[in-house]
């Protein structure tokens, strides 16, 4: 991030009362034939400062304080949902379009809806196409923001970065037709389908009698056609065979004939919407046990044999991706099971492998990049906001400990909303800690996911604590944005993301 005035950001700024106070983002800038737009900000907020000739156009559309120049007029506009609009029309690449088809897809969830210009600014440099605008149901009822809001947000920010390169907008684990509805009508970009209330994975421990029993309730129609496709023979991949037994076959029939049928109606829904306006993701991962490699077929196949458009598919993998840390698990394994993954992607030839709960997994980072040739989805979501509050915990000592101190007390409602095997009692009280430590707290896993998780308590349901950490990270701007960009490099250099746009 860097200030600069140029001449015409200095003539505007002197037409208004604190213009003095004026500074002016620099790779902002842009101008068209009619309208001279730029972010600036001064001591208390963000804003758009604009000039054109006349009040007419694109300039009428903004609201705002206006102010005469000598032969034009300005417009001093805030960051609301109508000047969002208007900024999406007059520079149509602030608004969200699909990128699941590219190559490499990153998502870069952001809670506050403050590192979007971070993030944007080291998209320029990457081989990567980004998703800015991301945000799961659940944490919007934490945070309190709408999927409009989260897409204004990122409007502004990537305006602010001057990133022309486009991102996407993703209505994330999206389980209801209602919030579906929701998430479209706000313009999202791409939908990320959570199966889960579909699935009935306890028939992956069935067997047996009891397994043959609820199997044949099943249609006949449905088990005929079934056993003929997937009894049929070896299913070749590159370099290893899937082989289903009636047993695994009759528990894929079980666990996932409902999610499709689900699925096949929401596929139907984006058809209605609008053909290529927004990307499907299917999400599998949301279960206990890691999703077989034949599991993964079926699905594949499935949604193929139901005309489902799908650009990813998100498996639950073996060994544990939980929140804002590394990997844990086998890498061996890991390395293995997710091979095999990526080959069936391959096999159907339409789709690309999707990774949640993807960031801080560092240590499997590299084999995600090469078994897959840069060719997937990466999910991350409070890795931003951890990265805020360790810019706190250096900037504000005092803030920050208020914030551990609320995390530990909002830590059982948390609980119950993420699966985390973290021990927090390691965890030292506030009091003990010197300001100097305090980071520290950052760079451990009980720390993290303490932080990670807990971020409702603060952003939902404290408006005087959400209103410091937002004023905090306003003042101390650049310190979160090189603690974003530090982090963010760190994620695409080990998936072996080309830095060469």
């Known amino acids: 991030m860097s200030f600069n005035l140029k001449p015409v950001a200095a003539e505007i700024a002197a037409l208004f009362p604190n213009g003095n106070e004026f500074k002016f983002y620099a790779d902002s800038y842009q101008k068209t034939d009619k309208l001279t737009a730029m972010m600036a900000r001064d001591s208390q907020s963000r804003f758009l400062l604009l000039c054109a000739k006349d009040n007419a156009g694109d300039f009428a559309a903004f609201d705002g304080e206006c102010a005469a120049g000598k032969d034009f007029t300005a417009k001093k506009a805030p960051l609301t949902e109508k000047n969002a609009a208007a900024l999406r029309k007059a520079f149509p690449w602030t608004a969200p379009v699909p990128v699941l088809h590219k ?279 409070g890795t931003s906001w951890l990265e805020a509050v360790e810019a706190i915990s250096y900037a504000d000592p005092k803030l920050f400990r208020e914030i551990y101190t609320k995390a530990f007390a909002a830590l059982p409602a948390a609980l119950k909303l993420y699966h985390i095997t973290a021990d927090f009692s390691v965890l030292p009280k506030e009091e003990t800690l010197t300001d100097a430590q305090l980071p520290d707290l950052l760079k451990c896993v009980p720390g993290r996911q303490l932080l990670h998780i807990t971020y409702g308590a603060m952003l939902g349901d404290d408006p005087v604590m959400h209103d410091k950490i937002y004023r905090a990270l306003f003042v101390h701007e650049e310190e979160y944005q090189k603690q974003l960009d530090e982090h963010f490099r760190k994620h695409l250099d080990k998936l072996g993301i080309k830095a060469d746009k």
Do not use: W
Not at 179 to 195: K, N, S
Not at 290 to 297: D, R, V
Not at 308 to 313: E, R, T, Y
């Open 103 to 381: 190559k490499c897809s990153f998502g870069c969830g952001d809670r506050l809806g403050l590192a979007t210009s971070a993030h944007a600014e080291l998209f320029k440099k990457y081989n990567a196409f980004p998703v800015f605008a991301q945000q799961s149901i659940r944490e919007l009822i934490l945070t309190k923001r709408t999927y409009r809001s989260v897409i204004d947000d990122a409007t502004f920010q990537v305006f602010q970065a001057g990133y022309t390169g486009g991102y996407g907008a993703d209505g994330d684990h999206l389980k209801s037709f209602e919030h579906i509805d929701m998430a479209l009508e706000t313009g999202v970009t791409m939908l990320t389908l959570d199966l889960s209330d579909e699935l009935h994975p306890a028939f992956a421990e069935t067997s047996g009698a009891e397994l043959e029993k609820a199997y044949a309730a099943v249609p006949a129609a449905v088990r005929s056609e079934c056993e003929k496709i997937y009894l049929a023979g070896p299913i070749k991949l590159k370099s290893s065979t899937l082989q289903f037994s009636k047993e695994e076959l009759m528990r894929c029939v079980l666990i996932y004939t409902d999610a499709m049928n689900f699925a096949a109606k929401v596929g139907e829904r984006l058809r209605q919407h609008g053909a290529g306006k927004v990307d499907l993701e299917i999400s599998v991962d949301e279960t206990s046990a890691p999703t077989l490699p034949e599991h993964h077929y079926f699905v594949a196949n499935e949604l193929k044999r139901r005309q489902v458009v799908f650009a990813s598919l998100a498996p639950r993998f073996i060994g544990e991706f939980q929140k804002g840390i590394d990997y844990i698990g086998d890498l061996k394994e890991f390395r293995k099971q997710f091979g095999q993954h990526v080959e069936i992607a391959d096999f159907f030839g339409t789709y690309k492998v999707s990774v949640h709960s993807g960031s801080d997994k560092f240590s499997a980072f590299p084999i995600i990049g090469e078994l897959t040739g840069g060719h997937f989805h990466l999910k991350t979501a």
